[in-house]
């Protein structure tokens, strides 16, 4: 590599061209974390020299690195460098030129104005069409630049557009720039301040150019200088990579980036940041640890995304062709982003909308690649998606740990592989498979064992046991009974309350002794699935402790739920700890029934496995 200083004289005062890869990302630098800190910078300098120190050396501003490859070019042409790194301050440079042009021909000093555009325009006797300008942004911000770089900069007519920055630089830089050339009204102070202006901008501000040699590997230093500035996310890395590979690989990389990429991959929605477990990550991220996990068959540690993906799959064996692998990138991140528009109602949404209450991201591989795979049919798809399900909910209700989850994943996708199109039985076969606290799927048995035995409320979170009552409100629809529309957000309630009552009393007969054993034994039941219900809206706390006759009314008044109307049906004159009881069990098995378990035969006839010895099904993780 070959670094030099240079001033910005020196980096622009040449016909030269400064290319920025279409695959990079667009301009992205902003007032507040970029524009004004180089302002206020700026004018420490302007204000050092009208101080008086302008003949003591040393004041400059070092604005960073620019790494640079020049390309190959035939003699007598302008010279072009591609711009591996810096393309940030490169563009900034040429708008904050352009708008100090613009305020020297406001003020009629145009030995100024035209001295700063010489620095912005290539001699039009050497240039022709887009080779006039001396930097050359990516292609979502060229339109908008060439806006800013006429003499006079944007025309009235100009439509602005809101999601590219550059114009607002150009307002941004022109405004200040002139309100500090005019705020003396002395008109001489301000041709004296605009050549200040001039100096300081293209003497005093510095950059560190660094020219790649023969050798060189321009993609290696990109990653390193990567975090310079606004980070990059590995997507942007990938993307850079990608299209780099396309390049050499002879392709049409403008054809491939605006047919393919850009209108999935460079959405804003992808940079959106959503929560996964305690992070939040943006959607690229996830998208691509999801897309590599199902790929390679294991999970891929967000600090090892683009390093994975150029290790083991651009540059695995056989190497793929570039444009290939970006159309399957752009395909599959469209299927990804399809889970978040699946049909109300529809088992696919049903599925989606309880994995976000699971927080179990860990699967994503593996509900990716059955979205993706072709010679997987739409109905065992469903089934798989089901056993899925079943699976993560019964180990969710009982408190079995997930940490074994990914090697499971990981090891679903090995075999389906070889017969894609079984997956659904494949996945019964291994998961009626798996034995063990880390992997078991719990049978009927264990899990009503476990539901008719243990606490609910503080042992489950709080959204999970409000997703299944609203599954187990969804289950008591039939085409005879109108379906609601079941509210997001379901507010828990216990039927019986938490804190001894006097309207909800104790048998009255009995020894001092019996009637401890009865309220301990009522305790132990006040937080099972039989004394909880939701509602749309929270009860009134008064309410809430109300004798059950009162309580009753107010459910039947207040509640359309199908789940309330049972309860209310059921119990028309109390409800006490054998209710609590019964309608426990009754839970429980509906429960059963909507996530079936390995020995359902909802599932298709897949081969039995031998039976294996399981673990204590009350123990918790």
Avoid at 200 to 229: S, Y
Avoid at 277 to 302: D, Q, S, T, Y
Avoid at 371 to 394: D, G, K, N, Q, Y
Avoid at 447 to 467: C, E, F, G, H, K
């Amino acid at each position: 590599m070959k670094p030099d200083t240079r001033n910005v004289t020196e980096l622009f005062e040449l016909a030269v061209r400064y290319v920025v890869p279409l695959y990079q990302r667009p301009y992205v630098w902003d007032k507040d974390d970029q524009w004004e800190p180089l302002w206020e910078d700026i004018r420490a300098l302007l204000e050092h020299q009208e101080g008086g120190a302008a003949a003591v050396g040393g004041w400059s501003h070092f604005l960073g690195a620019i790494v640079l490859d020049q390309e190959t070019q035939a003699p007598g042409t302008i010279p072009v460098y591609v711009v591996i790194d810096g393309q940030q301050r490169l563009t900034t440079l040429q708008v904050l030129l352009a708008a100090a042009a613009k305020v020297a021909s406001n003020v009629a000093v145009g030995t100024d104005a035209a001295l700063m555009r010489e620095l912005i325009t290539n001699n039009p006797l050497r240039a022709s069409g887009d080779e006039v300008f001396k930097v050359w942004p990516t292609n979502v911000n060229r339109k908008a630049f060439k806006a800013v770089m006429q003499d006079g900069g944007p025309s009235p007519d100009n439509s602005d557009d809101p999601n590219n920055k550059i114009e607002e630089a150009y307002a941004y830089f022109a405004s200040v720039l002139q309100e500090w050339v005019t705020e003396d009204p002395d008109e001489a102070t301000h041709v004296a301040r605009l050549s200040l202006l001039r100096v300081t901008l293209c003497a005093l501000l510095r950059v560190v150019t660094i020219t790649l040699e023969a050798g060189d590997n321009a993609q290696v230093i990109f990653e390193t200088l990567n975090a310079r500035g606004t980070p990059l996310l590995a997507l942007d890395l990938v993307k850079n990579v990608a299209f780099l590979e396309a390049s050499r690989q002879g392709l049409d990389v403008d054809a491939l980036y605006e047919e393919q990429w850009r209108p999935q991959l460079d959405d804003d929605y992808w940079r959106v940041e959503v929560r996964q477990g305690r992070l939040n990550r943006p959607r690229a991220e996830l998208f691509l640890m999801h897309w590599l996990g199902m790929k390679l068959r294991r999970v891929i540690p967000a600090t090892e995304l683009f390093t994975t993906f150029r290790l083991d799959i651009l540059q695995g064996a056989p190497r793929p062709k570039a444009d290939d692998l970006v159309h399957e990138l752009c395909r599959d991140a469209s299927i990804l982003r399809g889970f978040d528009d699946q049909a109300p109602g529809s088992p696919e949404a049903l599925f989606f909308e309880r994995l976000q209450v699971l927080d179990t991201t860990t699967v994503m591989p593996l509900v990716l690649y059955l979205f993706c795979e072709p010679t997987i049919t739409p109905e065992r798809r469903r089934r798989a998606l089901a056993m899925i399900e079943s699976w993560l909910v019964r180990r969710a209700l009982m408190r079995l740990t997930g940490k074994n989850y990914n090697q499971q994943i990981g090891s679903m996708l090995e075999k389906m592989g070889h017969d894609p199109a079984r997956a659904d039985e494949i996945i019964l076969d291994h998961l009626r498979s798996a034995a063990g606290e880390a992997t078991r799927w719990p049978t009927d048995e264990q899990l009503l064992s476990y539901l008719t035995t243990r606490d609910a409320y503080y042992n489950i979170a709080q959204p999970r046991i409000a997703m299944v009552f609203a599954a187990i409100e969804r289950s008591l629809y039939n085409n005879k009974v109108e379906a609601l529309s079941i509210p997001p957000r379901l507010s828990i309630e216990h039927v019986m309350p938490q804190t001894r009552d006097h309207r909800w009393p104790l048998p009255e007969h009995g020894s001092p002794e019996e009637r401890a054993q009865l309220e301990a034994e009522r305790n132990l039941r006040i937080h099972r699935w039989g004394n909880l219900t939701v509602t749309t809206l929270p009860l009134n706390s008064a309410l809430s402790n109300s004798a059950w006759p009162k309580k009753r009314t107010e459910l039947n008044k207040g509640s359309k739920l199908l789940l309330n109307q049972l309860l209310i049906d059921e119990h028309p004159d109390g409800f006490d700890d054998q209710a609590i009881d019964q309608r426990t069990l009754a839970l429980a098995e509906r429960i059963c029934s909507i996530w079936p378990g390995r020995e359902s035969p909802a599932w298709p006839q897949a081969p039995q496995v031998e039976a294996v010895a399981e673990a204590d099904p009350t123990a918790v993780s």
